[in-house]
C-alpha cells in the first residue's frame, strides 16, 4: 500500500479562562483544531486558517510554537487509524478574547471550550493526546 505524506496546521487556542478550544470533526472524532496546508500556504497561516474554519474564531494571538508530530489520518468512522496517509502536524499555542464559537467549515460541525485538564480524555487519536499531554505544562 503507497502512504501518502500530508502536511497540517493548528494550535492549541486558550480563551480568557485558560479553557482549550477542541472540535468535532465529521460528527466521529475530537481533535485540537487543524488541517492541511494548502499550495503556497505558510505553516502559520493554515494554523489560523484552520482554526477559523473549525470554530469561527479569528481573533488570534500567537504566543509561541508548539512544534511538530507525526500520526496516521483517523479512519472515516473514527475508530482508528486510515494508514494509507500519514501527516506531519505543525501546532502552535494562541490566546483568544473571543468566546463565542460557531464553525464554518460542515466537516466540523461542533467545538467546545473544556478544561485543560480534560482535554487528554477528549481527543480521540492516542497521537493527539500524547502531544497534548507532552506540552500541558507550556499552557
Known amino acids: 500500500m503507497r502512504v501518502i505524506k500530508t502536511q497540517s496546521a493548528g494550535g492549541v487556542v486558550l480563551n ?4 482549550v478550544l ?3 470533526q465529521e460528527g466521529t472524532s475530537w481533535s485540537l483544531p487543524k488541517g492541511h496546508i494548502e499550495k503556497g500556504e505558510k505553516v502559520l497561516e493554515a494554523a489560523e486558517r484552520e ?5 469561527g474564531i479569528n481573533d488570534l494571538e500567537l504566543v ?11 479512519s472515516d468512522d473514527g475508530r482508528g487509524e486510515n494508514k494509507s496517509e500519514v501527516k506531519t502536524i505543525y501546532m502552535f499555542l494562541f490566546k483568544t478574547r473571543q468566546e463565542k464559537l460557531k464553525p464554518v467549515d460542515d466537516h466540523n460541525p461542533q467545538a467546545k471550550w473544556l478544561n485543560k485538564k480534560s482535554i487528554a480524555d477528549r481527543l480521540t487519536h492516542p ?3 500524547e502531544f497534548f ?3 500541558i505544562d507550556k499552557l
Open 22 to 24: 477542541v472540535v468535532d
Open 16 to 19: 480568557p479562562k485558560g479553557e
Open 133 to 135: 499531554l507532552s506540552i
Open 64 to 74: 509561541k510554537e508548539l512544534g511538530s508530530y507525526q500520526r496516521y489520518t483517523i
Open 127 to 129: 497521537k493527539d493526546k
Open 51 to 55: 482554526i477559523y474554519e473549525e470554530s
